[in-house]
């Protein structure tokens, strides 16, 4: 049986947190009310705090200010390391010139924009512009007319051999209690599976998400992997990914994995937080109000 | 380097000819010139034949008819077995009552309809219907919303605990030279990996599909397994699933494998065909004409 | 919650029964006490059935002296159907001269030879004989060195463009309640990753086996698919291969699937038998004694 | 059709070189005749070299002392990057107390260990010591019993909720010009596939091994991404995995892929390297000798 741990005493050990923000920070209801009281206490305890999330449909600028709407003034985009900005990194690096073609709604594309690359979305690639493609990116489920557009980008992946960019592994997140939705990563997977060419994910478990907020954490700070510990509600994904790239992992139940099935879940996958708490919120009383 | 048969020397040595359809006896230009001469020598000699196809977007009445525009009047709908036809055979056997959802075109629908079951589109089933929904079944790429329709055929299949039947296991098919799309069995393996529950696939390489055609033939005539060929264009449906089923099997190169490809492609996939022939078009010179 | 049936109930309602073997009819302890009686029912009551396993390690005569020694006189040779048998008529139809290359008991290849083809273990394959070498079969997963002979199968499959028969799909078997053993299913699965190249499986849930028992079956009475049930105790082989070919199914509680877990199980996967029994052993009380 | 560059061009652009090893710098006839040319050149250019290899068989020390037996003084034991080094930081951050039971060598065992755990073979794991069982590391093909030590290493893992690591990726490598060996990435698939948990795997194309080395050459200059060239002679593994990390990369072909094939295997992968080279090795004439 799973002991399950105190979320404060455990951060008291730490020098930096970083959170996954669904289903620990917020879920389809918004924000977890009390939330702010854990990035209070981080902020008085002079810890520091990443939030590390699968998530290219916006900028962080875009997502902290989704922060600061529901009631999370703290959060500052640069805290913010998604599988977006990954895509960003890689398009800076890799793609000199031409079109980078995309799945997506315009919002999403506009932050990955670079200078000598233009984006175009997939309804727009024609036979006269289609040499000029030079990377091809998922980045969210909305924004296209999928089964015009996912035809569209199988024959365009087939004539050209140029990256293909998954800017979000995930292949379902939740929509209400009771539903889910398919994601990008999903429908990347069937695309893959029809071309049988192989494509460039990026996103948790994948330990560069991890490597990218632990590059800006020792650009502000003298760390080791062993002072900081991931937060994270996804065995799979956060723990998986944490543990491999040799943290600390805490999993909350307020998303993902339920209660009642924590046990059988660890067992079943072999994936086993370092820590196991209810949530990460951090009541009153453990604050000793 | 693979030998290259004569196609009129090969079904001499058979009593009964499987086809495949698309590649072999038309393509998206229509039916393939000269394919009526193999259907009259095979009348002329006595031979039996049926058509094997991953099909489950029409009825074999509807798959017949549209030879017979082609000009092929030849075909009788009682000599094709398509993966729709198993997909309705199942339903009959094993589904008693309820609503079978399906995604596809109505017409598509049509023919699997049984007594005792009623069939809907998936953009008909809600929070009214959905606890009478006993099976759901992907038949065609076209008819539906892709973006609203499967993701409400992913919560369908989370909450019900029913069969998902895949009426076509292709993932893709050829539109032109140039372009394919993807098919229902790709939508359906996404779906699939999204739920993380197991599918019933119908159509080759299973074995079902030949089955079938076998238990058609033996109801007419008293044959062997050594007495059929197997003719089709793609190694790892039509080539691996007769030689598995036991059947002599001939590539013909005027659809998925071509001649440039053909020594690479059965040394890599390790699958085999007994004959290799150009075409199963029988030209005039080989009827001595 | 899962409705729990009474065996003897339900075989009351059809004429013939397929019996998986492993976990229904024994386990590793032996013979299940009081499984003669419903032998000794089926008999009085004028009802078939026959054994379908997959099991490649020896032939039927040798599988029906097991059931001997442990008790069950009942069992017939004819009565059973294994995924070795499958392998036997492949290698009759399809292989028509030269060497099959084995990994397994000497046991196990003995009654897979036919006329014309000779078996070796990979042991004895050397430069020498290896050109005469036209099929490759997995059989058991006992009678040779793992390190050495895996080595040779890969390469004597890279170099070769031979059919590759696994004799049997299990990735592991149950050893001791707590223990389990690799299977050659498993061994097989290595080898086909590692040179890329498509085997051929034999056993549940692949049609073929239900396929050959409902051949047999037909050979001695007039019978439809609805007239029999499939008795198993795994859901991924023998629930979702007997629904798959049309047959009604029994998932019973003595091997692979606990009553803990029997309702998560089939949610989780999606695999749903017709009915769901304690055991195929008929009670004393049942019988009216 | 693929352009072939220059090597010695490409590397005047770069400051930081990061090699793989076995197909670029040696093969199994041992070190690449010339190679030395390359590094003296690196040298006496000032500019810094890694070596970035999926190898857990032996300590760093002891593949440098490999090079200096072949000829090649060079190379340190520093610069030196492999999946096995990986593996042991893993160990340290993560496992802190029992036994790491590991399959291969004593040698690759032994410098894996570290303060507070001990390593064991898997031959001594027994019912006593399982419970301290705190790890199981894939280390090396050779050094075990396949048969006796595998079904062993498949139940402590079904027993033990713990980290399985796999210290090298590579389903095989290559034994002669015409043979493969089955490598130990290949018998843990094997392994996981069975026991249906996941497994931890270091090696390329994962980006931990790049960044591990990104680190150490950070360590010793003021560098960038774009500073920095992989050289390899693989696809799928040191290109698609020095691409993902951002790098520019340079396919050789003296190893796994060969000239003849280059622009299918680039096309059907759709894994394009920056650069293809015939040789990693600098000949006279470009060194103006």
Chains 1, 2, 3, 4 share one sequence.
Not at 109 to 116: F, N
Not at 187 to 197: P, Q
Not at 241 to 254: I, Q, R, S
Request: aromatic share 10%.
């Amino acid at each position: 049986m799973q002991r399950i741990d105190n979320f404060k005493s455990i951060i008291d050990k730490y020098k930096v947190v970083f959170f996954d923000a669904f289903g620990v920070l917020k879920n389809y209801e918004g924000i977890l009310p009390g939330i702010e009281r854990t990035f209070a206490y981080l902020e008085e305890q002079g810890k520091e705090y990443y939030i590390v999330t699968n998530d290219a449909s916006r900028s962080p600028a875009q997502l902290a200010e989704s922060y600061h709407n529901g009631g999370l003034d703290f959060i500052k985009a640069e805290r913010i390391v998604s599988s977006g900005m990954l895509t960003k990194e890689y398009l800076d690096l890799k793609v000199r010139d031409g079109i980078v073609a995309y799945l997506g709604t315009k919002k999403s594309a506009h932050y990955i924009e670079s200078s000598g690359l233009g984006t175009l979305p997939i309804s727009e690639i024609n036979s006269k512009n289609i040499d000029q493609v030079n990377a091809l990116v998922f980045l969210d489920d909305e924004g296209f007319d999928w089964a015009r557009d996912l035809n569209t980008t199988v024959n365009i992946i087939r004539k050209r051999t140029i990256p293909v960019i998954v800017a979000n592994t995930d292949r379902s997140y939740p929509l209400t209690t009771s539903d889910v939705s398919i994601a990008i990563g999903g429908i990347a997977a069937m695309c893959e599976s029809v071309v049988g060419k192989q494509f460039i994910r990026f996103g948790k478990p994948d330990s560069q998400m991890f490597m990218f907020a632990y590059d800006l954490v020792r650009a502000e700070m003298n760390i080791k992997k062993s002072d900081i510990v991931m937060v994270g509600d996804t065995l799979n994904t956060d723990i998986l990914g944490g543990n491999k790239f040799g943290l600390d992992t805490v999993l909350v139940l307020t998303g993902n994995t339920l209660a009642k099935d924590v046990d059988n879940r660890i067992i079943a996958t072999g994936i086993a937080p370092t820590y196991v708490c209810e949530t990460a919120v951090i009541d009153n009383a453990d604050l000793g109000f």
